[in-house]
């Protein structure tokens, strides 16, 4: 697996240091150099490219922007830690790689990628995506689509030479911190994937979904419209199971004024409907009406604009009524991120009331059966 790191920051200068081990760094024309503990290189963009910069002892580069620069370590158990000392995103960032490290630069900046093993990987992204306390048959079945969705996704980000980055567009990826139940969960999944019909099934997850899922074909495109990624109830005796989590039922207040700015539209808007799809587009959309006519925009493109330009969490997920209040909209919802597929805390809840990992994966991907890969 090739995971793109600090891909969000958009990196134009890093410092690299390492823990546990020195590096070997072979350049493009075959040089090498030894990145020891305690140094610290900086790698920045240089003239079309990249170069590296060894204080005291010259420089690589500048190299082209199709050019790699491999770090490999010496010895077990180490990491390349990763600064972020100028990008795109004007905020601090620090990344670690814990496979080989992969220098380059491309279109958005500096290209560093964590090259790893399917379960070194996995180990960077379950501590990001769940709560090491939930109980150990919620953290089975999100072991198990975390698995699924890096083998049917892989190739995600195949145009830079990766298959995924490190942010949510993909699976959250980070440092590798350990907890004994996540190592564990993943110990006894090992090799356990998702499959429909035999072969791998497309998965998505949440973290909420308010007490309903949402239909992928209906969401996002109409090659997703399949059987198991249906919106499926996830209530028992009309109880929710994610009723714990913070975002079940939220609110959110926005101007008339800011949505017109963040939709691009230059007019007023002075009502928003949500429209399902029909048999020729299953997409949803949300109609903006205006003193001088109407727009319409897919329901997803709608949220994330929101949630891009406020924040995550700012309109917790697709799934949501909209009231007028003079030149404001309040928006009411319920659960937290794109509502398809698994939801976190109803896995929470569906294992804490006694289900197992399979019924659970059975409850939110219908007709689908646990298999393995070797």
């Known amino acids: 697996m090739r995971v793109i790191l600090l891909y969000r920051h958009r990196p134009g200068r890093v410092e690299l240091s390492t823990i546990n081990s020195s590096f070997v760094c072979t350049t493009p024309d075959g040089q090498t150099s030894l990145l020891r503990q305690g140094e610290r290189w900086i790698v920045e963009l240089a003239d079309g490219g990249w170069r590296i910069l060894r204080p005291g002892t010259g420089s690589f580069g500048p190299k082209g922007a199709g050019d790699y620069a491999r770090f490999t370590a010496q010895g077990p158990w180490g990491k390349i830690i990763i600064k972020c000392l100028e990008g795109q995103s004007g905020e601090p960032a620090v990344a670690v790689s814990r496979g080989d490290l992969l220098l380059s630069s491309g279109a958005r900046g500096l290209l560093l990628m964590d090259e790893i093993g399917l379960e070194a990987y996995l180990s960077g992204v379950l501590p990001e995506e769940i709560s090491a306390r939930f109980p150990e048959e919620a953290l089975r079945v999100q072991c198990i689509v975390s698995r699924t969705f890096a083998l049917s996704e892989r190739g995600r980000h195949g145009k830079e030479g990766a298959d ?175 509502g398809v597929g698994l939801c976190q805390w109803g896995a929470r809840g569906m294992a804490k009331a006694g289900y197992g990992a399979e019924k659970i994966l059975e409850h939110y991907f219908p007709e689908t059966r646990v298999g393995r890969v070797k």
């Open 164 to 338: 995924f980055c490190d942010n949510s567009h993909c699976q959250v990826y980070g440092a590798g911190d350990r907890y004994p139940s996540l190592d564990g969960a993943l110990q006894a999944t090992r090799g356990q994937v998702l499959t429909y019909k035999g072969a791998l099934a497309r998965v998505f997850y949440h973290s909420s979904c308010g007490g309903h899922t949402l239909s992928a074909g209906a969401l996002w495109r109409t090659d997703l419209d399949l059987p198991y990624l249906k919106g499926v109830s996830d209530q028992e005796r009309g109880k929710p199971f994610c009723r714990e989590a913070s975002n079940s039922r939220w609110t959110r207040v926005i101007s008339s004024d800011e949505l017109s700015s963040l939709m691009g539209w230059n007019e007023e808007i002075q009502d928003i409907q949500v429209v399902k799809g029909d048999r020729r587009d299953r997409r949803s959309v949300v109609v903006l009406a205006g003193n001088r006519g109407s727009r319409r925009i897919p329901l997803y493109e709608f949220w994330t604009r929101i949630v891009d330009a406020l924040g995550w969490g700012s309109l917790g997920s697709p799934w949501f009524q909209v009231t007028r209040q003079g030149r404001r909209f309040c928006f009411s919802g319920r659960g937290l991120g794109h």
